[in-house]
């Protein structure tokens, strides 16, 4: 079964600059996650989709980020301006439902200069 | 909201000898824990969860045990294998199943 895929690995910036993020979730997967890792700490939820709709969105910082997942499937997740303190991991997950298993893809590395 | 935080940042255990690693939090509506090993470059990778109406579970070199009364548990992998070397997570989650992540402990196996 192949897993979560993400793309880019690896991104650098500056500041003020506009970056997108892309997730491919396993296939049959309802609900998907987008989670911000920051250096040295443990990932931070950003945004839950369960399908095609927002779950959960309050720990994303809306006046920059914002997220979709139009087809209930890959999702993209944006930033705009990114600013020096995004830089971080970012990671996508699903899950069969909510209440399962969450399955990670490998992250994209964020660096803003 | 939920707070959850490990003990030690590092642990350095030899080849061979058991690890233990712990965590807690604050919230007592939280009713299901995971732990997670993430690797350098990868994501978290399930390792093993409990439910609150448990106090222990095992599963295949590795044993979780909650203790509710003072909101704590632990990882306990036996007879640690170099590719045991990994950051730990543990993760605390409510009924809505959306996990708060502590912060990590780097274990490091020695030869």
Known sequence: EAGVAQSPRYKIIEKRQSVAFWCNPISGHATLYWYQQILGQGPKLLIQF????????????????????????????????????DSAVYLCASAV??????????GTRLTVL | ??????????????????????????????????????????????????R???????GQRVTVLLNKTVKHLSLQIAATQ??????Y??????SARQLTFGSGTQLTVLP
């Open chain 1, 50 to 85: 369960q399908n095609n709709g927002v779950v959960d969105d309050s720990q994303l910082p809306k006046d920059r980020f914002s997220a979709e997942r139009l087809k209930g499937v890959d999702s993209t997740l944006k930033i705009q301006p990114a600013k020096l303190e």
């Open chain 2, 52 to 58: 609150s109406n448990m106090d222990k579970r095992q």
């Open chain 2, 1 to 50: 909201g939920e707070s959850v935080g490990l003990h030690l940042p590092t642990l350095s255990v030899q080849e061979g000898d058991n690890s233990i690693i712990n965590c807690a939090y604050s919230n007592s509506a939280s009713d299901y824990f995971i732990w997670y090993k993430q690797e350098s470059g990868k994501g978290p990778q399930f390792i093993i969860d409990i």
């Open chain 2, 89 to 94: 997570f543990c993760a605390g989650a409510g």
């Open chain 2, 82 to 87: 170099p590719g045991d070397s990994a950051v």
């Open chain 1, 97 to 106: 439902a909510f209440y399962n298993e969450q399955f990670f893809g490998p």
